[in-house]
């Protein structure tokens, strides 16, 4: 099956530092790929849609120049949370979506940030 | 603005007993999945409904399409701890977007 990575898996680090998490299709190429931010007991916020080769549409109230993503590849897309800070800690998500089949995302296993 | 109303939002059972989980929504979808999520882990597709009115069974799991493709519910039989964890639905919007509901966290005692 189509299986997504997400690296790291957790990461701890000092508010104001930026911090890189990277989601990986390893069997397939994924011309979209989705991040979710969910809180604690909470159901997946949906932040930005990112397709390969170009630039990223966000949702609503999601900071663009606060939430860095890039999609240079049809297997790995990255989301660089930038200057973060203590109310960014969170459980970060991303989905890929298989080319040519709609409505199919796989999900990654998360990365859980914690900003001190 | 939450388009899927996920109800309930809690759920306590001693195994062996019945449960039943909704998905409602006044916009229309698609298509409606269920998830599935463990602590720690992302979300694990259970299925996929696209037609209305349209049932679907996976071994102890019935999932069901309303008729106007604006509800879903899940029902769960006899239920067992490994069914533990956080139930999904979710609606699929232009875009392949999806549309989350609040989730339903279920434990089942043993």
């Known amino acids: 099956g189509a299986v997504v990575s997400q690296h790291p898996s957790w990461v701890i680090c000092k508010s104001g530092t930026s911090v890189k998490i990277e989601c990986r299709s390893l069997?397939?190429?994924?011309?979209?790929m989705f991040w979710y931010r969910q809180f604690p007991k909470q159901s997946l916020m949906l932040m930005a849609t990112?397709?390969?080769?170009?630039?990223?549409?966000?949702e609503q109230g999601v900071e663009k120049d606060k939430f860095l993503i890039n999609h240079a590849s049809l297997t790995l897309s990255t989301l660089t949370v930038t200057s973060a800070h203590p109310e960014d800690s969170s459980f970060y998500i991303c989905?890929?979506?298989?080319?040519?089949?709609?409505?199919?995302?796989?999900f990654g296993p998360g990365t859980r940030l914690l900003v001190l | 603005t939450q388009l899927l109303e996920q109800s309930p939002q809690f759920l306590s059972i001693q195994e062996g007993e019945n449960l039943t989980v909704y998905c409602n929504s006044s916009?229309?979808?698609?298509?409606l999945q269920w998830y599935r999520q463990e602590p720690g882990e992302g979300p694990v597709l259970l299925v996929t409904v696209v037609t209305g009115g349209e049932v679907k069974k996976l071994k102890r799991l019935t999932f069901q399409f309303g008729d106007a493709r604006k509800d879903s519910s899940l029902h769960i039989t006899a239920a067992q701890p490994g069914d533990t964890g956080l139930y999904l639905c979710?609606?699929?919007?232009?875009?392949?977007?999806?549309?989350f509901g609040a989730g339903t966290i279920l434990r089942v005692k043993s």
């Open positions: 916009s229309v979808f698609s298509s």
């Open positions: 979710a609606g699929v919007k232009y875009g392949n977007k999806l549309v």
């Open positions: 989905s890929a979506q298989v080319a040519g089949v709609a409505e199919t995302q796989y």
């Open positions: 069997d397939f190429q994924a011309t979209t």
């Open positions: 990112s397709n390969e080769g170009s630039k990223a549409t966000y």
